[in-house]
């Protein structure tokens, strides 16, 4: 258990929707990182919050969005939904803004039919 | 960020060690090399991370010459629980807003 939870594990939607995916990091940790993961495709760094604020973007469409709240737990808003967005969402956190090894939460499976 | 490269596939058995080598030729002087394990459908899950020669935990060792330029971890007597996607990733472990690069990673399978 790497102490990062992700909700829900599973969304199926339709195209058009918009979704809101939740992360809870590490306890103690500040730092709170997205990626996707498509079918047999690498992970793709999404964005990077630390203590609320956004430090780093990727690859991130501007049909998503995240944000950090006080209490540290994360959402990634997922809007306008396309069949290519279905994929695997990870969010991971660490404990500090430098390269700290990442824990990942096992993932919100996101289906657009 | 420097781009790793990675075999695509490794096929082993119950009990022998695994050895995956990844290659970092433009790794900076402030660069860590950090391994992942992934099995389907999980998040990754850190293994290990290392600067220079050698590192051991309880689960793999990270070889490192002198050059930094590729790095090797090795898996003592797997299992078949081992069977997972490693990933081999190198970044400036002081850099903030840091951005996990992943590659496609060694797909290891054991066989019994």
């Known amino acids: 258990d790497s102490g990062v939870t992700q909700t829900p594990k599973h969304l199926i939607t339709a195209t058009g929707q918009r979704v809101t995916l939740r992360c809870s990091p590490r306890?103690?940790?500040?730092?709170v990182y997205w990626y996707q993961q498509s079918l047999d495709q690498g992970l793709q760094f999404l964005i990077h919050?630390?203590?609320?604020?956004?430090?780093a973007k990727g690859n991130i469409l501007e049909r998503f969005s995240a944000q950090q709240f006080p209490d540290l737990h994360s959402e990634l808003n997922l809007s306008s939904l396309e069949l290519g967005d279905s994929a695997l969402y990870f969010c991971?956190?660490?404990?500090?803004?430098?390269?700290?090894?990442?824990?990942f939460g096992d993932g919100t499976r996101l289906s657009i039919l | 960020l420097a781009k790793t490269t990675q075999p695509i596939s490794m096929d082993s058995y119950e009990g022998q060690e695994v050895n995956i080598t990844c290659s970092h030729n433009?790794?900076?002087?402030?660069?860590?090399i950090t391994w992942y394990q992934q099995f389907p459908s999980q998040g990754p899950r850190f293994i290990i991370q290392?600067?220079?020669t050698k590192v051991t935990n309880e689960v793999a060792s990270l070889f490192i010459p002198a050059d930094r330029k590729s790095s090797t971890l090795s898996l003592p007597r797997v299992s078949l629980s081992d069977t997972a996607v490693y990933y081999c990733l190198v970044g400036d472990r002081r850099a903030a807003g840091n951005k996990l690069t992943f590659g496609g990673g060694t797909r290891v399978l054991v066989k019994p």
């Open positions: 290392g600067y220079k």
């Open positions: 433009n790794i900076a002087t402030n660069d860590y």
């Open positions: 991971a956190s660490s404990d500090g803004t430098s390269n700290q090894p990442q824990h």
């Open positions: 306890s103690g940790d500040l730092s």
């Open positions: 919050y630390y203590n609320g604020e956004e430090r």
